[in-house]
């Protein structure tokens, strides 16, 4: 299983790579950082059918982190939510994959997100109509760790305790790193695990947020009633391509043909 994970995370990061390369622009220091938490939701943990996207008793997920959508992309298609030829018009007018991800154009998007924060607070009303609803369907949001740096996070927080979402899981990818530099120096989180405890969360910690046997281990605990769940799983921004990994530069950049081989050169299938 272990092997098979390495092989499809590595899959993966060619085909958003081989997008962003395409498109010119996009963002790939954290859709790299992110590649195991989305296969580990959507390969073991979510109850979902690509061959019926709007299926009214799935799993709903949320990329609140819109800007690193080509790693939600890239798995949407290898799941067969839309042809994999698509990704070759990512970030393109005649395409339907745009810069964040858009719910009204792209089979498999619940809410259409961009502005940091909003979609975790969305995911966090998703639960609550569940609730109110008396449905069973899970609510997933995945947020970035630079992104808690807003005040509607907290504001959501606050409202997921209060309302004791036990059918909500936040997810933050911890890299360390935003758009300008590291999230330490542009403002300082802390203690994340002892903020969404002190608010009221279950709070998981997985150390090495890139294993993906690790992330399934964590989802797959029993829950604590009445709390809603915060995983925080710690990666490397740019995971897998030496030159990306840790370099905030490489938070929002194109590739060029060099860069572009490079990469495609350390995700050879060889493991």
Not at 50 to 57: G, L
Not at 191 to 196: H, I
């Given at each position: 299983m ?7 995370a590595?899959q993966?990061?060619r085909d958003l790579?081989t ?12 859709s790299?950082s ?7 939701l959507?390969?073991h943990?979510?109850?979902i059918d ?8 799935r799993?709903?997920?949320?990329l609140s982190?819109g800007?690193?959508?080509?790693a939600?992309?890239?798995?949407l298609a ?10 070759a018009?990512?970030r393109?007018t005649?395409?339907?994959l ?13 809410v ?6 909003q979609?975790?607070a969305?995911?966090c ?6 609730k ?6 899970q ?7 630079g ?9 959501c ?12 899981t ?6 360390g790193l935003?758009i ?8 300082d ?13 279950e709070?998981l ?5 890139n ?10 605990r029993e829950?604590?009633p009445?709390?809603?769940r915060?995983v925080?799983?710690?990666t490397?921004?740019g995971k897998g391509?030496s030159y ?14 060099e860069a572009?081989?490079?990469a495609m ?6 493991l």
């Open positions: 272990e092997i098979e994970a390495r092989k499809k590595r993966i990061r790579l997008a962003l390369y395409r498109a010119g622009s996009g963002h790939p220091g954290g790299l992110e590649v195991e938490i989305l296969m580990a959507y390969y943990v979510m109850k690509p061959k019926r996207p709007d299926w009214e008793e799993d709903r997920f949320v982190k800007h690193a959508n080509p939600l992309y890239a798995i290898d799941l067969g939510y839309f042809p994999k030829e698509d990704l018009y990512l393109k005649e395409g339907h745009q810069g964040h991800p858009d719910r009204k154009k792209t089979p498999g998007i619940d259409s997100t961009g502005s940091l924060g979609g975790m969305v995911a009303g998703l639960a609550l109509g569940a109110h609803q008396g449905k069973s369907w609510v997933y949001a995945l947020a970035g760790d992104e808690c740096q807003e005040g509607i996070v907290w504001e927080a606050m409202s997921a305790v209060h309302y004791k979402l036990d059918n909500y936040l997810v933050v990818d911890v890299n935003q300008d530099g590291a999230t330490k120096d542009v403002m989180l802390g203690d994340l695990e002892a903020k969404f405890s002190a608010f009221g969360f709070v910690k997985v150390g090495d947020g294993d993906y046997e690790a992330l399934c281990e964590a989802f797959d829950r604590a009445g709390k809603p915060a925080l799983a710690y490397v921004k391509v990306m990994e840790g370099q905030a530069g490489w938070h929002g950049k194109g590739l060029d043909e572009y081989q490079k050169e350390e995700l050879k299938e060889v």
